[in-house]
């Protein structure tokens, strides 16, 4: 049943509005259509292709340049369309899949072909409404690259970005991260193998708006740095002056992991004034690997990641690359989830007065709270630490909502926690929301739009080829 209605008119036009905030039309012959619609300015937009516009209460079409609809007709349709999606928050739990995002929510790219691996490992916003996922395309019995899709507000490929909104770049074999500048470019960070193809190197690209190589950037656009072996780059974070902060791991044969970090100014040159030469290895713990970097107001560097016993680590380091002792012991903070439990630490962010840490712990996905001063919050969860309830999965993303946190997880599931770590149970479905794509898929990022609409990505696989492709979705959070 309609949520509101209003008819029939002169011309035997029933207007309607579903929960879902479209404008259903029935016509005196007994057809009834439904189109997806939203209001912009003065003009209604059905979908992505049909937009009509109010004109002395007359809905024109910008197509066929006839009236649609006019006078009582036109207002009524107004109302319904206003009133629904307040309708269907009151009728609905929060968080649903935005359907002006690909008609469904979902948008699945093939990137490499049917016997390629695509797969996105970062997102981000960039202006005009548009997304840039980041990720690799591996096809098989070739190398992989850098595989990177930009795509319109409404879900499709963007054709001002590289080719038909595609783009395959050979400065790194993975993209793992990125992040935006204040003036629209993009900061690219992965992993690229050396000339002799064996051991890998820290890498960056700054991407145009068209998806090329900024040659203002590094050399032709690239940078590259080698901590000595295998290194490999899997976070990356902007400071307030410009600089970009990487962070991952160093591994030496048969030897250690250690954490590694590397500053860069923003002409991608290295940060002489951090660490040594622009880098910092903190070798105090036998095993150890970055996989998160936020930097906070004051400046200071955080990094989370695990310790080669199966822990969640953090680091803080002041902003000359020492470590700062004022934080947990000495500058770090191990924490063991639980006994027979192999934690690790995969995305991080700043909480209010708080870092919050997910990943793998507890049989499932796991979320930690810690002070400022890298002591876990009594006030959340039990004793700082928690498992969501009812997933089994690895917590692979993690973004603020307010004073609320919303968790990703490899199943491609949202969990909506309260500042305590509470499930907010009129979120999805007793608190998480899991969203079915394909045969199979995984979350792997997550990031918010200007106009509070939440992106997820990462990639799924089907029938018959099992081969992976990229996979973003878009959500409305109330």
Not at 254 to 271: C, E, K
Not at 281 to 309: E, F, H, K, N, Y
Not at 372 to 387: A, E, I, K, W
Request: proline fraction near 4%; hydrophobic fraction near 40%; include cysteine.
């Amino acid at each position: 049943m309609p949520l509101g209605s209003a008819g029939p008119f002169p011309d035997g036009v029933m207007l309607a509005s579903s929960a879902r905030g479209a404008a259903l039309i029935a016509t005196c012959d007994g057809t009834t259509s439904e189109h997806p619609a939203r209001i912009r300015g003065r003009r209604l937009l059905f979908g992505s292709d049909a937009v009509a516009s109010l004109a002395k209460g007359v809905l024109m079409s910008r197509h066929s340049k006839r009236a649609l609809l006019g006078g009582s007709a036109t207002a009524a349709l107004l109302i319904a369309l206003i009133a629904a999606p307040n309708a269907a928050r009151a009728a609905n739990h929060s968080g649903t899949l935005d359907e002006s995002f690909g008609g469904d929510g979902i948008v699945v790219t093939d990137i490499g072909g049917t016997d390629a691996y695509d797969a996105i490992q970062a997102v981000v916003a960039t202006p005009g409404g548009r997304i840039l996922a980041a990720g690799l395309s591996n096809p098989l019995e070739s190398a992989g690259a850098t595989a990177l899709a930009r795509y319109r507000w409404d879900g499709s490929l963007d054709p001002g970005f590289g080719t038909q909104g595609q783009e395959t770049l050979s400065f790194a074999d993975v993209a793992h991260a990125a992040v935006v500048q204040p003036d629209g470019l993009v900061v690219v960070g992965g992993s690229k193998f050396n000339d002799y193809g064996a051991l890998p190197d820290f890498a960056l690209a700054r991407l145009l708006p068209d998806g090329s190589l900024d040659p203002a950037f590094g050399q032709d656009g690239q940078v590259t740095t080698d901590f000595g072996e295998h290194d490999e780059l899997l976070a990356l974070a902007r400071q307030p002056d410009g600089k970009l902060v990487a962070a991952g791991y160093t591994y030496k044969f048969l030897d250690t992991t250690n954490m590694a970090l590397a500053r860069y100014l923003p002409n991608g040159s290295l940060d002489t004034r951090f660490g040594q030469g622009g880098k910092v290895v903190m070798s105090l713990l036998p095993t150890a690997s970055a996989s998160a970097v936020v930097v906070q107001p004051d400046g200071r560097i955080v990094v989370a990641g695990w310790t080669g016993g199966a822990d969640f680590v953090l680091a803080r380091f002041r902003r000359d690359g020492s470590l700062d002792r004022s934080f947990g012991t000495g500058g770090l903070v191990t924490t063991d989830l639980g006994e027979d439990s192999r934690d690790q630490a995969a995305a991080m962010t700043l909480h209010g007065d708080g870092l919050v840490v997910v990943g793998q712990g507890l049989g499932g996905a796991a979320v930690a709270r810690y002070r400022m001063n890298g002591s876990l919050d009594p006030n959340f969860g039990t004793g700082g630490v928690l498992r969501v309830p009812g997933l089994t999965d690895a917590a692979t993303a993690v973004v603020t909502y307010g004073s609320d946190l919303i968790v990703g997880t490899a199943r491609f599931s949202l969990a909506r926690l309260d500042r305590h770590g509470a499930l907010r149970t009129d979120f999805g479905t007793g608190g998480v929301l899991t969203t079915k794509i394909g045969g199979s898929a995984s979350l792997q990022a997550l990031a918010w739009q200007p106009d509070g609409r939440l992106v997820a990505a990462g990639y799924t696989s089907d029938a018959p080829h099992w081969t992976d492709d990229f996979a973003v979705a878009r959500y409305r959070i109330n």
